[in-house]
């Protein structure tokens, strides 16, 4: 069983994210794979807040979801959709998504642990004053077993990996 990474460089235009998802998609179809993985914020990364507010919708509609859903069931395979900006309650949620190959959602999550870190520079960064923590940690069913989710700075946490163990 082959599973594809692609390694992209989102940026502030979600069309054009969409537009390289899709393509990777394919692409890792046409290479055998069964399942392909993509990274944080595959959607939309811009460190302008304000900028990227307009772009930061709900998941119901989502432009850049409903490509990646319509791409996974056109190409019929898994995509774990590493995660999107969504419009939450208060602040933004940032959530990653497992899609199955008929294009539904098998699986959310939403990043437990938030980058909140002052380096030794004096930079700052604050992803709780915009974003909202999930709650659970989240194991899901797949052809290639069962996969416990997280999203990049959750590997700094190793509760979140020995829940995720126990949880099979």
């Known amino acids: 069983m082959k599973i594809a990474l692609f390694q992209m460089c989102a940026g502030i235009n979600p069309a054009k994210n969409a537009s390289a998802l899709v393509d990777a998609i394919k692409a890792a179809k046409v290479g055998?794979?069964?399942?392909?993985?993509?990274?944080?914020?595959?959607?939309?990364?811009d460190r302008d807040r304000a900028r990227a507010q307009p772009h930061i919708l709900p998941e119901v509609g989502h432009p850049v979801l409903a490509s990646v859903q319509s791409a996974a069931r056109e190409?019929?395979?898994?995509v774990h959709l590493g995660s999107l900006a969504l419009a939450g309650e208060g602040r933004n949620l940032n959530r990653g998504f497992l899609i199955s190959p008929d294009g539904q959602i098998i699986a959310r999550y939403d990043k437990l642990?938030?980058?909140?870190v002052d380096l030794p520079t004096g930079e700052s960064?604050?992803?709780?004053?915009?974003?909202?923590?999930?709650?659970?940690?989240?194991?899901a069913k797949t052809p290639?077993?069962?996969?416990?989710?997280s999203i990049c700075y959750d590997l700094r946490?190793?509760?979140?990996y020995q829940a995720l163990s126990a949880a099979g």
């Open 32 to 45: 055998g794979a069964t399942m392909l993985f993509t990274p944080e914020m595959s959607g939309l990364l």
């Open 75 to 78: 190409a019929g395979m898994w």
């Open 113 to 116: 642990h938030l980058f909140d």
């Open 125 to 139: 960064w604050r992803e709780s004053a915009a974003y909202s923590p999930g709650a659970d940690s989240v194991v």
């Open 144 to 149: 290639v077993g069962k996969l416990g989710l």
């Open 157 to 160: 946490f190793p509760a979140l």
